[in-house]
Antibody
Framework: QVQLVQSGGEVKKPGASVKVACQASGYPFTSYAITWVRQAPGQGPEWMGWIGVYNGNTNYAEKFQGRVSMTTDTSTRTAYMELRALTSDDTAVYYC????????????WGQGTTVTVSS | QTVVTQEPSLTVSPGVTVTLTCASSAGAVTGGNFPNWFQQKPGQAPRPLFY???NEYSWTPARFSGSLLGGKAALTLSNVQPEDEAQYFC?????????FGGGTNLTVL
């Protein structure tokens, strides 16, 4: 079945970077964009941006411009999200989600990766 | 900076019909905002319910419907069941930027 499996939780110090992986299975990986969403404790989700797997085009939320990079490795069917210059405000669960009918729908989600930023 | 607003909380009794709304500070919500709705229960990832206003997924309960109502996106739950107790989030796109609403905490008592 269609599935997104994310890498394990991370603990980082302020100023560091984190790279979260999202491995896809069960569908043609290059045919659908991957969107990244994060959710801080007790808060609503926050849209971070998407990457078109076929051509590598990216669209980042203005808030994260210059600090985030989304990439893919089609040989391993894996999408990556790297966030740099971490602060405690970046402590959150990070999700990848597969686009469905067009990039503006998110039909399958990963299980989430907890990133904790603490000194 | 566009803000997407939802009712923070609603409490309903089983069997009733309830409508949750999703408004944009940029103006009336239209199909061009590609409204999405998600349900989230504690400790779980958001579960998609609708995309592009009212397009459902195979797992979307038939009791749920999506629409545009009075310049907002709306999610209507008919014959509410105890298992519908959850957080509900909308997602709107303004240009190519996605913005989630703050969510509605639906309590079924």
């Amino acid at each position: 079945q269609v599935q997104l499996v994310q890498s394990g939780g991370e603990v980082k110090k302020p100023g560091a970077s984190v790279k979260v992986a999202c491995q896809a299975s069960g569908y043609p990986f290059t045919s659908y964009a991957i969107t990244w969403v994060r959710q801080a404790p007790g808060q609503g989700p926050e849209w971070m941006g998407w990457i078109g797997v076929y051509n590598g085009n990216t669209n980042y939320a203005e808030k994260f411009q210059g600090r985030v990079s989304m990439t893919t490795d089609t040989s391993t069917r894996t999408a990556y999200m790297e966030l740099r210059a971490l602060t405690s405000d970046d402590t959150a669960v990070y999700y990848c989600a597969k686009a469905g009918q067009g990039v503006y729908s998110l039909d399958v989600w990963g299980q989430g990766t907890t990133v904790t930023v603490s000194s | 900076q566009t803000v997407v607003t939802q009712e923070p909380s609603l409490t309903v009794s089983p069997g009733v019909t309830v409508t949750l709304t999703c408004a944009s500070s940029a103006g009336a919500v239209t199909g061009g905002n590609f409204p999405n709705w998600f349900q989230q229960k504690p400790g779980q990832a958001p579960r998609p319910l609708f995309y592009r206003i009212n397009n459902e997924y195979s797992w979307t309960p038939a009791r749920f419907s999506g629409s545009l109502l009075g310049g907002k996106a709306a999610l209507t739950l008919s014959n509410v069941q105890p298992e519908d107790e959850a957080q509900y989030f909308c997602l709107l796109y303004h240009g190519a930027q996605g913005i989630f609403g703050g969510g509605t905490n639906l309590t079924v008592l």
